[in-house]
C-alpha cells in the first residue's frame, strides 16, 4: 500500500534550519525517483529537489546549495535539509514518489504519481 507522510515542519527565523523527513511505503528509497515540492498559497505546485532511480540529485536554482536532499534505504525514509532559510521559502511542502523519472522532468510535479499530505514550513523575517 502506497503512504507517504511529511514531517519536520515548523516556524523559524531567516537563516534557520529544518529538516523535513517522508517515511515511504510501497515505494524503495534507492530504487525509486522520490522528490520534494513546495506549493506557496494560491500557486501551482513547483519542484524544489528530487533523486532519481540512479541517485542523481536535482534542485530547483532558488534552493541550489541551501537544501540538501537525501535517502535513507534502511529506514526507506527521504529527507530534505533546509539551511540558510528566508522568507520566501514560507510554503506547504510536499513529498512524492514514482518509480522512474526521466532527468528532464524530475523536478515536475506531473511526473510523480504518489503524493503526501504536506507539511508547512514557514519562516519570518
Known amino acids: 500500500q502506497v503512504h507517504l507522510e511529511e514531517s519536520g515542519g515548523g516556524s523559524v527565523q531567516a537563516g534557520g534550519s529544518l529538516r523535513l523527513s517522508c517515511a515511504v511505503s510501497?515505494?524503495?528509497?534507492?530504487?525509486?525517483?522520490m522528490g520534494w515540492f513546495r506549493q506557496y498559497a494560491g500557486k501551482e505546485r513547483e519542484g524544489v529537489a528530487a533523486i532519481d532511480s540512479d541517485g542523481r540529485t536535482y534542485y530547483a536554482d532558488s534552493v541550489r546549495g541551501r537544501f540538501i536532499i537525501s535517502g535513507d534505504s534502511a529506514k526507506n525514509t527521504l529527507s530534505l535539509q533546509l539551511n540558510n532559510l528566508q522568507p520566501e521559502d514560507t510554503a506547504m511542502y510536499y513529498c512524492?514518489?514514482?518509480?522512474?523519472?526521466?532527468?528532464?522532468?524530475?523536478?515536475?510535479?506531473?511526473?510523480?504519481?504518489?503524493w503526501g499530505q504536506g507539511t508547512q514550513v514557514t519562516v519570518s523575517s
Open positions: 512524492a514518489a514514482v518509480s522512474w523519472v526521466a532527468s528532464a522532468w524530475a523536478l515536475a510535479s506531473g511526473s510523480y504519481n504518489a
Open positions: 510501497g515505494y524503495i528509497v534507492g530504487r525509486d525517483a
